[in-house]
């Protein structure tokens, strides 16, 4: 049972982003953003957003909802939020019933060219099903019903709703997998792959001239989508098995082929379009003589875009730092990088 609410109700909520190491690229026909791969990613503790909603009972038929980004006003996003809000609408009715005043903050800088979607709808989703009153924060099935929700905003958020990995979409090797909801990994990660880091080298922090929505949909005709997709499933069951036996020379090597395949997958679609840009692998190539030379834990990851996540073993911490500012740095745009620990999953402020 909803709560029947005739006043102003509030709730502010911190969502982490997420890095895939498996990445999800292309979704399946039928359903609303179900994944036609599975995907894998580590939450990033220290790049969130903290969202406020203030619900109040509808004052007219048409809903308004009103979105501030930093404190100012962004009427832009809320064709989104709208879509959002109508596609969650049978999983949480309650929302159709509110007016909605949605206050959000990133820690990273809005426009740095991090996908903020992940964390942004994260928040939302947290703060909406505990809005709704009908579930226990904090529960199993609370953070279910928030990652089918999130999912429903941005497909890679669903995955930011668990501390350390999270795993979206089916997959025979991970129990409890699902295309609807994401998972917290199942398994003991060892020891080795459990104090990573990332650092997110900013390459360009520019508008993406092909936006992830119309990437995944050039999937659906794509020439290899078929063996990406199972490609991915294999990726991501010798992925986990790494995750636990602590294997970092084959984890290195999985993280980097599925981000060079996911950019593979942009350059050979039709039409097919580039979005590394010559510092991006300028920097991988750095990071690969780095590594040769002497063997420090670390592997670079992309999302959709130019940036370089650098993912180290935090007990290379200061070589790597030292590292990024005499030989990175020059790459960066406006010398700028960010760093999360890895891990940690969402928190109710009030
Ligand atoms: O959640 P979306 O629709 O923005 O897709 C994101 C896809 C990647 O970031 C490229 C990979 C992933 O799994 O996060």
Redo the contacts with the bound molecule.
């Keep these: 049972m909803s709560n029947i609410q005739t006043e102003t109700q509030s709730v502010t909520y911190r969502c982490p982003s997420n890095i ?1 190491l498996v ?3 292309g979704k399946k026909e039928g359903g609303v953003q179900l994944p036609a791969n599975p ?1 894998i ?1 580590w939450t990033l503790n220290d790049l969130f957003a903290e969202t406020t909603v203030f619900a109040s009972p509808k004052m007219e038929e048409n809903q308004k909802v009103e979105f501030f980004l930093d404190g100012k006003p962004k009427p832009s996003f809320e064709p989104k939020i709208h879509t959002f809000l109508q596609r969650i609408s049978s999983i949480v009715p309650v929302v159709s019933q509110w007016d909605l005043r949605i206050e959000s903050k990133n820690t990273f800088p809005h426009g740095a060219g991090i ?1 903020s ?2 964390a942004g709808f994260g928040a939302l989703a947290l703060c909406m099903v505990d809005l709704e009153g009908d579930l226990q924060p904090g529960s199993t099935e609370f953070y279910q019903k928030v990652s089918i929700c999130a999912r429903l905003g ?4 669903c995955r930011s709703m668990f501390e350390g990995a999270g795993i979206w979409g089916e997959l025979d090797s991970i129990p409890g997998s699902s295309d609807e909801y994401a998972i917290s990994f199942p398994f003991e990660i060892h020891s080795r792959l459990k104090n990573w880091k990332d650092a997110v080298l900013i390459v360009d922090d520019g508008e993406k001239k092909v936006s ?2 119309q990437g ?1 949909d050039l999937l659906k005709s794509h020439a290899y989508a078929h063996a990406r997709f199972e490609q991915a499933s294999k990726n991501l069951t010798e992925l986990s098995e790494v995750l636990q036996n602590g294997n970092v020379e084959r984890f290195v090597e999985l993280v980097e082929s599925e981000a060079l395949q ?1 950019h593979a997958m942009m350059m050979s679609s039709i039409p097919y379009y580039l979005l590394i840009r010559p510092n991006t692998l300028a920097i991988i190539e750095l990071i690969w003589a780095k590594r040769g030379a002497t063997n420090w834990e670390m592997a670079f990851t992309l ?2 875009g130019a940036n370089v996540h650098l993912l180290y073993n935090s007990e290379q911490e200061d070589d790597v730092m030292n590292f990024i500012d005499a030989e990175l740095l020059p790459y960066c745009k406006n010398q700028l990088y960010l760093c999360s620990a890895i891990g940690g999953g969402p928190l109710k402020l009030n």
């Design positions: 895939a990445k999800y690229w995907s990613s996908a979607s992940a941005s497909g890679s958020a992830s929505t995944h996911l999302d959709a």
